[in-house]
């Protein structure tokens, strides 16, 4: 990294931003109070507004979100008719899944093979300690040169909508002639990247039932509906011969123009095992970027250790689908509901709940805001180019603030390179990746300001 004093301050605070992001990963923030306290996530929260009073921000609130969960706000007033830029990120986290197959505590941050490991290091507590960086050096280096709006959500991962629906109901909070998410990630370790678009999402509780209880499958079994067996017919429904994702009405060819994702990569970052086919048609791209995406989150039956032979009379399931940018979430909402009912088989009664969806986004990359990201981006990464990629997750925030502020350019960079392997175990951030994303938004800032003084 080419040694600028920024660079230099950055550098010489990582220390010290490991042993806060070790403090914060500590929370087990989950935003799901039956399978963690709501006690970690509000500790969390708390973590995360004093550590914006000791930078000096003032109006430092936790917001009570509509979904029950708090979100921290702060604002840190800069030079007189200096532009405003609001920087995000979220400190509620992925559960863990499978505590033994972590190598080390999922919320204990461990240092190994040069990466620091423990849940929500990359995703999206590290995004956190990334402003904190930029900030501090911009501070110790003449000044923030910006007025810097910070959100930090509490529930970004359940998908829960708390934040937009507080945002929506107060628009006058976090307006900014730019907004920076801090919950994206490079296309690949050490190359610098910004994210243009999103998928949206929806999640739906499906609930199928057959029969008044459970009977004898000897008895009765082959003749009395089974309800596991109709709602894996249902989900079936979802996915064409090749695992393409097909749900009545809606699209699925689009093609991705920009950044391709070479098959090979996908596989090793996926960790496909040797010989297992990938999945669906057309470019990596086209299928993570541009086209939908079901996903069997989860089913309720009985697990094979106990299980009884029993034709089962109820079942359920709750189904993700990622909505790419240019379909409304809300259209592919009815569109899925409607497949789900018609697939349904032998007339079983069929019950949907959505519970939870956001829009997808995409970004102008022609904005000013975008030249001066590529030009801090290529300092910090020692004369690379910035990428353009997309993103097959959801960040329904990002809509909702680009219909609250039409005119505010908005990038989306982070952590979660591949190698993060954020929602699975063994998440991890690079603290090289850290020092030189900090590094690029302390200089995209100094960057900004200087373009809006022109």
């Not at 393409?244 to 699209?251: C, E, H, I, R």
Request: charged residues 20%; hydrophobic residues 45%.
């Amino acid at each position: 990294m080419s040694q600028n004093p920024i660079a230099e301050t950055i550098a010489s605070l990582m220390p010290r931003a490991k042993t806060e992001l070790t403090e914060l990963v500590a929370f087990q923030s989950v935003a799901d109070w039956a399978q963690f306290p709501q006690s970690e996530s509000q500790a969390a929260a708390n973590w995360v507004a004093d550590a914006l009073r000791t930078e000096g921000f003032q109006d430092v609130e936790l917001l009570d979100t509509p979904d029950g969960t708090q979100s921290v706000y702060g604002f840190l007033p800069g030079p007189e008719g200096a532009p405003t830029v609001l920087l995000y990120a979220h400190y509620d986290v992925q559960p863990p899944l499978d505590d033994s197959a972590w190598i080390s505590p999922a919320f204990e941050l461990t240092e190994r093979d040069g990466r620091w490991y423990g849940r929500g290091a990359a995703d999206c507590k590290g995004g956190f300690i990334m402003h904190l960086l930029a900030l501090r050096a911009l501070k110790a280096n003449g000044g923030v040169p910006v007025s810097v709006k910070v959100i930090v959500e509490g529930s970004e991962e359940q998908g829960t909508g708390g934040l937009q629906q507080y945002a929506e109901a107060h628009p006058e909070l976090l307006t900014a002639d730019t907004i920076v998410i801090g919950d994206a990630g490079n296309f690949r370790l050490g190359l610098p990247t910004v994210t243009a678009t999103l998928r949206g999402m929806t999640l739906v509780k499906v609930k199928i039932d057959t029969l008044g209880g459970n009977l004898h499958s000897g008895m009765f079994g082959g003749v009395a509906p089974d309800a596991l067996a109709a709602l894996i017919r249902l989900l079936d429904s979802l996915r064409s011969e090749d695992g393409s994702t097909t749900v009545d009405g809606l699209a699925s060819d689009a093609v991705w123009e920009g950044l391709q994702y070479p098959e090979a990569d996908f596989r090793s970052d996926a960790k496909v095992l040797d010989g297992v086919e990938l999945i669906g048609e057309g470019s990596i791209a086209d299928r993570l970027w541009a086209r939908p995406a079901v996903t069997v989150l989860g089913i309720d039956c009985p697990p094979v250790v106990g299980a009884t032979p029993s034709v089962h009379a109820s079942a359920g399931a709750l189904i993700s689908l990622r909505v790419p940018p240019g379909v409304d979430t809300a259209a592919a909402i009815k569109l899925l509901e409607a497949h789900l009912v018609a697939h349904t088989p032998w007339k079983a009664r069929v019950e949907l709940e959505v519970v939870g969806q956001g829009q997808p986004f995409q970004a102008d990359t022609s904005s000013p805001a975008y030249a001066s990201m590529a030009a801090a981006l290529r300092e910090a990464y020692d004369g690379q180019e910035m990428q353009i990629s997309g993103m097959g997750g959801s960040i329904p925030l990002c809509n909702t603030l680009t219909s609250l502020y039409p005119e505010a350019e908005m990038l989306l960079i982070g952590l979660s390179e591949p190698e993060a392997q954020i929602h699975a175990v063994n998440e991890s951030v690079s603290p090289e990746e850290l020092e030189r994303l900090s590094v690029a938004e302390a200089l995209f800032l100094v960057n900004y300001a200087e373009s809006k003084s022109i």
